[in-house]
């Protein structure tokens, strides 16, 4: 089974940058093995 | 790049050695108007940045089978089982002549959409959940699945200012609606139906 990770876009003016920066801080934790 | 073995969802390709997959399979799912699509774009860029060789993927967006489907669901008479068979068959074509090379390349493959997104359309149209699963049991499993969240009173908006919205209604006005399926009209769920 996929690991699954879920982000809340809470706040349509924030949503991007703050929704953008764990997505890559996870996607960074997969590529590297650190997850 | 860390390696983790890859597997299949079910019963798998026979003809395919997932041993050979290097690169990782990350699928972003979420509803329609939640963003996917632009964050998946930002991705792309700041991973080939950072030197990762990157393919990105989208739902319905095969060459066997895009147009198929978009002349399919203009017809509005599609039941679950033929709607789930035509992204099965998308699916499979983008499976083995994007998603597999790039992972054996050792590629970054970001899915816009997954075969979660068959799974939810299906068993709420009243698919068993067994046939949809055993359908698109050629699937690879994903590395990780990253799924945006938005509540009701946030997603409305945004999808009401989308692009699509204003092509169609702003510009064009031509009476042209949200997407029939994606938009669930097809369960009658309204109270003007």
Known sequence: MAEEYHFNVVDATKAFSTVNKKLKEKILEVLEGEG | ?193
């Open chain 2, 1 to 193: 790049m860390s390696s983790e073995k890859k597997i299949f969802f079910g019963r798998g390709l026979p003809y395919v050695d997932v041993s050979e997959f290097k690169g990782k399979l990350i699928v972003i799912e979420g509803t329609d108007g939640v963003g996917r699509t632009t964050q998946i774009e930002d991705l792309k860029k700041w991973l080939e940045v950072k030197g990762y060789g990157v393919v990105s993927t989208g739902w319905t967006r095969s060459p066997l089978m895009g147009r198929a489907i978009d002349v399919a669901k203009a017809g509005h008479n599609l039941n679950v089982h033929t709607f789930s068979l035509l992204y099965a068959a998308d699916f499979a074509d983008r499976l083995e002549h994007e998603i597999i090379p790039a992972l054996k390349a050792g590629f970054v493959v970001l899915a816009d959409r997954y075969i979660y997104t068959a799974f939810a359309r299906a068993t709420v149209r009243g698919a068993e959940r067994d046939w949809i699963r055993s359908t698109f049991g050629f699937a690879l499993e994903p590395d990780v699945v990253l799924y945006m969240k938005v509540n009701i009173e946030n997603l409305i908006p945004r999808v009401i200012n989308s692009q699509l919205f204003q092509y169609r209604y702003g510009e064009l006005g031509s009476g042209e609606s949200m997407d029939y399926w994606e938009a669930g009209m097809d369960l009658r769920l309204g109270e003007d139906f």
